[in-house]
C-alpha cells in the first residue's frame, strides 16, 4: 500500500543522465522493472498467481539492486536499494528473504528516511508469515506518532489487519474508527469503514454493520468498495431478516452494476432473499435467469444448485432435485457449488433408497415390533404411496407430547426420578453424555451397518437411515423426530429403539429449542429403557435442563 512517497522514475532519470554514475543508471533500471511488475500485478485478477513476466522483472529488480548494495556500499542508494530487493522478495512470496533484507535496513540505516517504508514494509512480512504480535509492534511507532506522517493511516489499517488475525475483532473495530477520527482526510476512510463493518460482522453486531457498509460511500475514496459495501450491505439485511430493506438495496444495485461477476452476486442474493420470504418461485426464476445468461460459470452452478434445494427442501420433488444437482455439477465442475450440488444429489439418492424399502416393507403388511405409543409422537404407519416414481420425502402429521408430559408436576417428578443428579449444567450433559449417545453411537449416515446383529429388520434400520438423512443431511430436524419415532413405536425392542429415543429428545432441546417437548421424551426414555446407558444420559440431560429453568422460561 506504499503509494505516496514513491520516487519519480521522471526525476531518477534526470539525475542518473546528469550525474553518470553507474549506481544511478543500475538503480534506475532496478525501479524501473518493479514499477512495471506492479503494473502488472494490478491488472491481474485479485489473488491470481504472479505470471512470468512478472516474475522475470522481479528478479531483475533481485539481481539489480543487489549490484548497487554490492558494488557500491557507499553510494546514498543503498538504502532505496536495499528497500526495492525487500519489496520484490515480497512480491515473490519470498517472506523470509525479505524479512532478513528488512531487518538488515532497519539495524544499517537508522535515520533514513525510508525508513517508515521499510516498518510497514517489515509488518506486512510478518502478517505473511504468521506473526501478527511482531506486525502490531512494528507499527505502532508509526501508526500512533503525535505528528502523523504519510504511511500512518496506512499502519493502523495493518494494525487492524493483525488483530484480526488473532481473533480481536473488537479491537480490529476501533482501531478503524479510530483511524478514521485522527485522519479526516486520508484516501482510506472507505477502507477503513468497510473493513470496520466486516468486523462487526464477525462478532454479530449486525445492525453496526449495517450503519457502517451504509456510509461507505460518503466517505474518500468510495469509489472502489461503494459497490461492495453495498453488496454486503444487502447481505447483512438479509441476515437481520429485513427483507425489504434488502430488495431494495437490491434493485438498486441492479439498475447499476456492470460488472458480470457483481451482478451475479446481486442476483444470487436477490434469489435467497426471496426464498427468505417464501416466494420459491420468485427465487427459482431468479437463479434460472442467472444460470441462463451466464453459463459454465461458478455463479450458474450455485443457481442450480440453489434450485435444487428448492426442489427438495420446499417441494419436496426428489427426482427433479437429482435433475437439477446434476446441471449445477456440470456448470463448472471444479466450483464449491458444484461439490456441494453432488454431495446434495448423493444424500437425495440414498434417501430414495431407504423411501423405496420402507414402501416395499409396508406394502408387504410389515411393521415390526406392537407398537408402542410414546414419546409424545404418533406412529404415521404406512408410509402413503408416492405419486408416480416420485418418493415423499416427509410426513406432514402434527407432533405433540401428551398433556401430561407437561404438567405443573413436572419438577417434582423430575426430582423423585434424578435426585441428586441436577447438579450437572446443560452444556456438559449435551456436549459429553448427549453427542457421544446420539451421534457417535448410531449408525453414521454415511455408513450403513447393516451387518449389526442387534439391528432388528431392515425396516427398522431403514426408518433409522430416514431419520438420520433429515437431521443430518437435509437440515430437516422434523421429519426426522417422525422417523425416530416410527422406530421407537414399532421396533422399540431392537437395538434402534433407545438409540432414537434419545435422538428425539435430543432434537427437540438443541436443535428445536423446545425445552417443554425435550422433557417429556427423556421422561420417556427414562421409562421406557430402564437401568440403561440411554437412560442414564437422559438423566442428566433432564436435570440440567430442568436446572437451567429454560422449561419455565417457555
Known amino acids: 500500500m506504499i503509494r505516496r512517497v514513491s520516487l519519480s522514475i521522471a526525476l531518477v532519470a534526470l539525475v542518473a543522465m546528469s550525474a553518470g554514475c553507474v549506481y544511478y543508471n543500475t538503480f534506475y533500471h532496478a525501479r524501473t522493472a518493479y514499477d512495471e511488475a506492479e503494473r502488472i500485478r494490478a491488472a491481474r485478477p485479485i489473488d491470481s498467481d504472479p505470471t512470468p513476466n512478472e516474475l522475470d522483472l522481479l528478479d531483475r529488480v533481485v539481481e539489480k539492486s543487489g549490484r548497487v548494495i554490492k558494488l557500491y556500499p557507499e553510494s546514498s542508494w543503498v538504502d532505496d536499494a536495499?528497500?526495492?530487493?525487500?519489496?520484490?522478495?515480497y512480491r515473490q512470496g519470498k517472506y523470509e528473504s525479505a524479512e532478513m533484507r528488512l531487518t538488515d535496513f532497519l539495524?544499517?540505516?537508522p535515520g533514513s528516511e525510508l525508513r517508515p517504508q521499510a516498518e510497514y514494509a517489515l509488518a506486512r512480512v510478518f502478517l505473511e508469515r504468521g506473526n501478527p504480535v511482531s506486525a502490531e509492534l512494528t507499527l505502532e511507532a508509526l501508526a500512533y506518532a503525535d505528528v502523523p506522517g504519510e504511511l500512518s493511516d496506512d499502519a493502523m489499517v495493518l494494525i487492524g489487519q493483525a488483530k484480526n488475525a488473532r481473533r480481536h475483532f473488537d479491537e480490529a473495530a476501533e482501531v478503524y474508527l479510530l483511524a478514521l477520527e485522527r485522519f479526516p482526510r486520508s484516501d482510506l476512510r472507505a477502507e477503513l469503514r468497510f473493513l470496520a463493518a466486516e468486523n462487526y460482522v464477525a462478532m454479530g453486531r449486525l445492525e453496526d454493520a449495517a450503519y457502517h457498509l451504509g456510509a461507505v460511500a460518503e466517505e474518500a475514496g468510495?469509489?472502489?468498495?461503494?459497490?461492495?459495501a453495498r453488496i454486503r450491505l444487502a447481505d447483512v439485511y438479509l441476515e437481520l431478516n429485513n427483507l425489504d430493506a434488502a430488495l431494495d438495496v437490491l434493485s438498486d444495485l441492479e439498475r447499476r452494476t456492470?460488472?458480470?461477476d457483481d451482478l451475479d452476486r446481486v442476483l444470487l442474493l436477490r434469489g435467497k432473499t426471496y426464498e427468505a420470504q417464501e416466494e420459491y418461485e420468485k427465487s427459482i426464476s431468479?437463479?434460472?435467469g442467472v444460470a441462463v445468461s451466464h453459463a459454465r460459470s461458478d455463479a450458474a452452478a450455485e443457481a442450480r444448485y440453489r434450485i435444487g434445494l428448492i426442489r427438495r427442501d420446499r417441494y419436496g420433488r426428489f427426482d427433479e432435485a437429482i435433475e437439477v444437482f446434476r446441471e449445477a455439477r456440470d456448470e463448472s465442475p471444479r466450483s464449491d457449488a458444484a461439490k456441494l450440488a453432488a454431495k446434495a444429489m448423493k444424500d437425495v439418492e440414498s434417501l430414495q433408497g431407504y423411501l423405496l424399502t420402507i414402501?416395499?416393507?409396508?406394502e408387504a403388511g410389515v411393521t415390526g415390533d406392537a407398537p408402542v405409543d410414546t414419546l409424545g409422537v404418533a406412529s404415521a404407519g404406512v408410509l402413503p404411496a408416492a405419486p408416480d416414481a416420485e418418493m415423499q420425502p416427509a410426513k406432514t402429521v402434527d407432533v405433540d407430547t401428551?398433556?401430561?408430559m407437561v404438567t405443573d408436576t413436572l419438577e417434582a417428578a423430575v426430582t423423585d426420578t434424578l435426585e441428586a443428579a441436577v447438579t450437572d449444567t446443560l452444556e456438559a450433559a449435551v456436549t459429553d453424555a448427549l453427542e457421544p449417545a446420539v451421534t457417535d453411537t448410531l449408525p453414521s449416515p454415511d455408513g450403513p451397518q447393516a451387518e449389526d446383529e442387534d439391528i432388528a429388520s431392515d425396516l427398522a434400520f431403514a426408518r433409522f437411515r430416514v431419520a438420520e438423512l433429515y437431521l443430518?443431511?437435509?437440515?430437516?430436524?422434523q421429519s426426522a423426530i417422525e422417523y425416530y419415532a416410527d422406530v421407537v413405536s414399532d421396533h422399540g425392542e431392537s437395538a434402534l429403539g433407545p438409540k432414537a429415543a434419545l435422538a428425539i429428545a435430543y432434537v427437540r432441546e438443541s436443535i428445536l429449542d423446545q425445552p417443554v417437548l425435550a422433557s417429556g421424551a427423556y421422561l420417556d426414555v427414562i421409562e421406557l429403557y430402564p437401568d440403561t446407558e440411554y437412560a442414564a444420559e437422559a438423566e442428566k440431560a433432564l436435570a440440567a435442563l430442568v436446572e437451567s429453568e429454560r422449561i419455565l422460561q417457555q
Open 258 to 260: 456492470v460488472d458480470r
Open 107 to 109: 539495524a544499517l540505516h
Open 472 to 477: 443430518f443431511k437435509l437440515d430437516n430436524p
Open 82 to 89: 536495499l528497500l526495492l530487493m525487500a519489496q520484490a522478495l
Open 359 to 362: 414402501k416395499e416393507w409396508n
Open 286 to 288: 431468479t437463479y434460472d
Open 222 to 228: 468510495a469509489r472502489r468498495l461503494a459497490s461492495e
Open 402 to 404: 401428551p398433556a401430561s
